[in-house]
């Protein structure tokens, strides 16, 4: 869209000026690489800004195509512009299943070439994200970031207004939250997006049933687990969580962590992203926030993130572009640049942030002990996973359903899944 | 009107006719030919499509629309889906209430304008004003307005009334009256509009009748007036109905579905199903539903009103 309507502003200064304009018309034809994202909250805004920056560097133009209202707003208009004929140049997803169809009806393009070029099999690190990049031998996009979700984040101040220990585990969380609540705080603040109450039940899962119990179930599709006495705790703990999630009344998931940083909320189980505001409001790990991975039960990392895709075009002079901005994105200085901003981890398991706060060490360590396990979207197919989401909104929002009544639901969608 | 019809027939009937009737059928050649681009749209787009999209309801299409046969699955989930319970519960209580209420509050306002008010210029651009609004621009000023932080309910507790609660977008048993509340500020003012172009048409004479009979006011408008006004009536249940059967972006505008998708719609379950699920079999299962809802209400009546006798 852009580029068409700069096209027309070409032209017709072309027109107008003649051969002033000609050069005007060189030079925008250098390329516009137009990328399609969805990250706009502050810190996200921020990170993506650092690409954009090493992208302009290289002599191209680069188009932002930022979509405002998360991945579920953004994907379904990434996907009806690939298969309506208008392709970006390079899309932001989250790597797993959500591309399969895409890249099995040929709709993108294949960087193996590139891949074994740099060197991406030695360099990634774990090995996990490649291959959720990977399609029957073949490399389809290119990690940018490790996100986990696996975290919770506390406000000090909240804890201190209130004048309580901050929790250093869930069981303590769960004992302070009704004085927290006393004192005038939303002890849990969750957004009303449906993928956060997901977000949110999973992490529980994996904290309170184990990792085993969630791979049986995400993985393995084992209804009988979802429907048994480790998931009916992760059930029982969840709607005791949705009590204290009430009053949150906000629908993104920034503002729900601002509600902690600046201190109206006690904590928000929320992945590392969430980093990427605190550090954007000037805020230190371990004074003005702590974080607890796991939710201080037993902390296992998802290695999920976003990787970039792009769809396969006809002009070859676009096709380097692309290849030559997947490389880009590997490069040692991005990741240091765009994964300090975003508070996500790096890719590569040889470059080292420069200054790691508290949070993003301990993030950093359990990823080299090797705790860490395939992200909910490298396992569960985007019907299954929205099902879910359905459900999981349906039971924190209500105030009826019960914990079992949401488990017999959850296990049959797990039963059902593809 | 007759005429139309007949030109209408004519064209259906094809082939045969110009054989028979060559002059006829070349009469208003040029008006014809106009319309063909229409007629065209109208057999791709909505016969076509919509033949497309029942097709491929019946196969198991995720991202991309393929014809793997999947039988009746589609239907079958879509029935054991809680949320489409819920989504066609909603559709029918805001559909019941709002077609209820912007008739009558819309015929009502109508009437008493009607009744020659002093600056009724003035009434009829503030009750038509909403109109000139979009869904998206109504469903996020209602939002804000019964926002219970920033909306009605602060208002009225900064007045002093401290335990005054109406946060209908927030309360899951009652969002969809919130819904309502918006559509019909939107919509009450064009009905208004028809219903006084109707009033307007009425024949000063049978007022004038009905008052030398002694008939009261009220009653005039009950037995005679009303009943005068059906195709106005027709005219407006049209309209209403075919913006509740769509309603779409008010939702999206005010709650998103919310809280807890107690505000879904079936249009959004589509939607929904379609691009964030990536599962088409399923969206177009539901759409064909939508499909047949209407066909199922709109047949008999097209056959009352149009088959049974014919009008001048």
Redesign the interface.
Known sequence: MISVREEKIVRLTTSLLGATALCAATSASALDFEVTHWWTSGGEANAVSKIAEAWNATGNTWVDGAIAGGG?TA??IM??RI?GGDPMDAFQFNHGR?A???IE?GLLLDLTDVAEEQGWKEKINPPSLLDACTYEGRIYCAPINIHSWQWMWLSRKAYEDAGLPVPTDWDSFIDSADELRAAGKVPLALG?Q?WQATGAFNVMATALAGEDAYLAVNRDKDAEVAGGPDYAKVFEAAAVARDFAMGS?V?DWNQATNMVITGQAGAQIMGDWAQGEFALAGQTAGTDYDCLPGLGEQAVLDAGGDAFFFPVQDDPEVTAAQKQFAAMLLSPEVQVAFNAAKGSLPVRGDVNLESVNECTKKGLDLLAAGNVMPAGTTLL???T???IN?LM??????DSMSAADAQA?YAEIIA?AD | MSTTHDEVSSLADGPSVPARRPVRFLRNWSAKLATVPMIATALVIFVGCTGWTVIHSFTNSKLLPKLNWAGLDQYRRLWSTPKWYVSIENLAVFGALSLIFTLVIGFVLAALLDRKVRGEDVFRTIFLYPFALSFIVTGLAWQWILNPELGLQSVIRSWGWDSFTFDPLYNARIVIYGLLIAALWQGTGLVMCIMLAGLRGIDEEIWKAARVDGIPTWKTYTHVIIPMMRPVFVTSLVLIASGIVKVYDLVIAQTGGGPGGASAVPAMYVMESMFSAQNLGQGFAASTMMLLSVVIILIPWAYLEFGGKKRG
Do not use: H, K, M, Y
Not at chain 1, 393 to 398: D, G, H, K, L, V
């Open positions: 579920d994907r379904p996907i009806s298969l959500q399969e169809e895409l009806a009303g449906p009344n629908q197919s985007p019907d996973t929205q099902q359905d909104t349906e039971f924190w929002a209500s639901r059902n």
